[in-house]
């Protein structure tokens, strides 16, 4: 069983920058893929950004590439989200999310574990 934690979240200027931090607890963090997805109002979740275990692997959805990156450091079972050249657009609820897989899936439905997720809100 994990427990996952968002933070960070608030509102930034377009062009700003914020960065996510979501912290697990329970056991087996490390041996997680873990994944960042947003959500606005009733839409479906999106896939946003997903790092294997030991980050040799990453995925972005291509609405977010080379603006933001997706870390982890395992010592502090903390995985980030730093997003980077923000844009209205990029507001949601951002939910950090573990799966039991070895590749950074962006599908929902693999992951096991979810946060509650926190409002990012990026003005023009």
């Known amino acids: 069983q994990v427990q996952l934690a968002e933070s960070g979240g608030g509102l930034a200027q377009a062009g700003g920058s914020l960065r996510l931090s979501c912290a697990a607890s329970?056991?087996?963090?490390?041996?997680?893929?873990m994944g960042w997805f947003r959500q606005v109002s009733e839409k479906e979740r999106e896939f946003v950004a997903a790092?294997?275990?030991?980050?040799?692997?990453?995925s972005y959805a291509d609405s977010v590439k080379g603006r933001f990156t997706i870390s982890r450091d395992n010592a502090k079972n903390t995985v980030y989200l730093q997003m980077n050249s923000l844009k209205p657009e990029d507001t949601a609820v951002y939910h950090c999310?573990?799966?039991?897989?070895?590749?950074?899936?962006?599908?929902?439905?693999?992951?096991?574990?979810w946060g509650q997720g926190t409002q990012v809100t990026v003005s023009s």
């Open positions: 790092i294997t275990w030991r980050g040799a692997s990453t």
């Open positions: 329970g056991r087996g963090f490390s041996w997680y893929t």
């Open positions: 999310a573990a799966a039991q897989t070895m590749v950074a899936t962006p599908r929902a439905h693999e992951y096991d574990y």
